[in-house]
């Protein structure tokens, strides 16, 4: 009798216990972050956020292609040569590299807008007193402290990319290609009015100003909830996502925002784990040749204008190019600077930096991301290659305007890429070590496209077409495809195959708990004692 009474009773315990879950079930419901994004939808806030995180590319690019427009004039002003000119923009691109990778670590533990914030008051502060500079010297050690802050303005793709539904990354993203092509042609058309008037120096003030302007906007875009989950900020998560929804007119899902805390984060181990060691490197691979593609075709654009190193129709090619190395032979100095006509092929060339946005889009989103970047690629190796071809100034314009194309296309994809294949516990640290690592191609690109072509014409574009071949294989082979893919929140947690103390009482395993136990909710101490009286 004693038996059968405790069976009883264990049994009306388990029917309660049962009972009490199913109505915390359905009393407490629970979504995610990305569960919320996309049940918000696209609406206002997300084209708000396209406009002022787009606008860091503007600011970006200024400050990037700024080397271009004022070298040949620091070249004449300082007496400099090849290398000295080269080493300029290399430097930037040092400052870049190791700043990038703090940036990324920070951004992954601290948040994405603080860095953000922080890397363009640092670079708008040392853009302006890169003006004031007296000497050589300084002028580089300044660039290269302006490279450190426009490592951080990367933040801006990472916030555009967590706040966006998964369906409209592959065409907003790209997009974003517009506010670069814009900050380009900016410079550009500034420099061929300030430099030959008020001079190089009031052009670099000039270029700083929209990144002074961009920080009185920032504060009309919030903290990414993505990071804000991770780092155990619910209750901002929560907030952000509310004021979203409220601004698209739209609603937030029912129940509890319910994500796992990860105290582990921005950690550069987790780069080489088994799931994305391989992946890691052969972005790094893509990274460095995309970086070095296209800042050598940017320097090699203004190299080619600048001494007419592609032989011309009219014969006189040749001889032209003998008078020019006497003449750099006799002087440290060989000073051409820029005439109006060759700052109208720099624009048009670098109008070609949107040409191809359309397809590039189409290509996303229809191909993968994997097999848009290999084709692309191989496309820009071609082309490096019909540099080469002897052909009217005509003939030179067109090539270029298909490798900005094309370069820019590369950039697109690997940059999406990137931001989406990682979680979001080392998403920025992702970014930024990949950032870190293409401005190795940056730093060495001068030196290809300002020294060796010089030298070797043909032997440089060889060169870039062989990089170039190298990334098209390593985008071809990458292990994962992100097109439709959800964000990834953290790495996959152990499973929980025992209750706490259970087997430390007992000795054995117990059975492993629901999937809806897992959740850090009110269910999981029901589910745990259910458990515990199942086996009991």
């Known amino acids: 009798m004693a038996e059968k009474k405790k069976e009883e009773i264990n049994g009306i315990a388990l029917e309660e216990i049962g009972t009490q879950g199913q109505e915390m079930k359905k009393e407490q419901k629970t979504f995610t972050v990305e569960e919320a994004v996309e049940t918000i939808g696209f609406g206002r806030f997300h084209i708000a956020l396209f406009l002022i995180m787009g606008s860091t590319g503007v600011a970006e690019a200024m400050e990037i292609m700024l080397i271009a427009v004022v070298g040949p004039v620091i070249r004449c002003e300082w007496q400099l040569g090849n290398w000295q000119v080269a080493l300029v923009t290399t430097m930037v691109f040092f400052g870049y590299m190791i700043s990038s990778v703090i940036f990324g670590v920070l951004a992954d533990r601290y948040g994405r807008w603080k860095i953000l914030f922080l890397s363009f008051i640092w670079g708008a502060y040392f853009s302006l007193l890169t003006s004031f500079s007296p000497s050589y010297i300084w002028f580089v050690f300044l660039r290269t402290m302006v490279g450190c802050g426009v490592s951080g303005h990367a933040q801006g793709l990472i916030i555009k990319t967590e706040f966006l539904p998964t369906k409209y990354r592959g065409y907003m993203l790209p997009l ?85 805390v990860n105290e582990r984060r921005g950690r550069f181990k987790d780069l080489m784990d088994p799931k994305y060691l391989r992946t890691t490197l052969q972005i790094w691979i893509i990274w460095l040749g995309i970086s070095f593609a296209y ?11 600048e001494k007419n190193l592609v032989c011309a129709t009219g014969g006189g090619g040749e001889d032209a190019a003998i008078g020019n190395d006497a003449e750099e032979i006799r002087s440290p100095c060989l000073c051409h600077l820029f005439a109006p006509s060759d700052y109208q092929v ?8 949107i040409a191809l946005n359309p397809v590039n889009i189409l290509g996303i989103n229809l191909l993968g991301r994997r097999l848009s970047l290999t084709i692309t690629m191989g496309c820009t190796a071609l082309f490096f290659l019909l540099l080469n071809i002897c052909t009217s100034s005509s003939g030179l314009i067109g090539f270029l305007f298909m490798l900005r194309a094309l370069v820019s296309a590369n950039f697109n994809t690997i940059y999406i890429y990137t931001a989406e294949v990682y979680p979001t516990t080392m998403r920025a640290l992702g970014l930024g070590t990949s950032g870190s690592l293409c401005r190795i191609g940056a730093m060495v690109a001068p030196f290809i496209a300002q020294v060796l072509m010089n030298a070797s014409f043909l032997g440089a574009l060889c060169l870039f077409a062989s990089v170039c071949v190298v990334c098209a294989v390593s985008a071809f082979t990458l292990p994962i495809e992100t097109k439709g893919r959800a964000l990834q929140v953290g790495k996959p947690p152990r499973r929980e195959t025992e209750a706490p103390g259970l087997q430390r009482a007992q000795g054995a395993s117990s059975p ?22 199942n086996v009991t």
């Open 295 to 305: 800042y050598g075709v940017i320097l090699a654009s203004a190299e080619l204008l």
């Open 512 to 533: 492993e708990l629901p999937q809806k136990c897992k959740a850090r909710s009110p269910i999981r101490a029901t589910c745990q004692k259910l458990t515990i009286l």
């Open 176 to 260: 974003s290609q517009v506010f670069w092509l814009a900050g380009s042609l900016l410079i550009i058309g500034l420099a061929s009015v300030v430099n030959p008037t008020l001079g190089w120096r009031w052009l670099i003030r000039i270029a700083s100003l929209p990144g002074i302007i961009l920080l009185l906007a920032f504060k009309f875009i919030p903290e990414s909830a993505r990071y804000n989950v991770s780092s155990g900020n619910d209750k901002a998560a929560v907030a952000t996502l509310q004021w979203i929804a409220k601004m698209n007119h739209s609603v937030m899902p029912e129940g509890k925002l319910v994500e796992p």
């Open 346 to 353: 720099m624009i048009i060339s670098t109008m070609g930096e």
